[in-house]
């Protein structure tokens, strides 16, 4: 399982999350939007499942607190446009 740690604007996997060996951002746009704006991944972690699972950590966030994802990450926009269980935490302009 892969462990995910918060940090401010996005989650990272590693021990330092100012040099994360996998990560995602994000930014408010208001009160009701998020924008996820990057997705790393590290060659040693590819293939592994690991930028799904922090995709699924900013959708579990967005549930908590009400809000809608603008994936401007191609990485994060394909993989919630293309998996029906975040229809639900997408943004209506990206559906």
């Keep these: 399982m892969i462990d995910c740690k918060k940090k401010e604007n996005g989650f990272y996997v590693g021990e330092d999350p ?3 060996l996998a990560e995602i951002t994000y930014h408010p ?5 998020i924008l996820i704006d990057h ?3 590290s060659d040693m972690l590819r293939g592994q499942g690991v930028g799904g699972s922090l995709v ?3 959708a579990e ?23 029906p269980d975040y229809q639900d935490v997408l943004a209506e302009e990206e559906i």
């Design 18 to 20: 100012h040099n994360p």
């Design 29 to 33: 746009r208001d009160q009701r939007i």
């Design 39 to 41: 997705t790393y991944v």
């Design 56 to 58: 699924r950590k900013v």
């Design 61 to 83: 966030l967005a549930r908590m607190e009400n809000k809608k994802i603008i994936p401007l990450c191609s990485y994060a926009k394909r993989v919630m446009i293309q998996n």
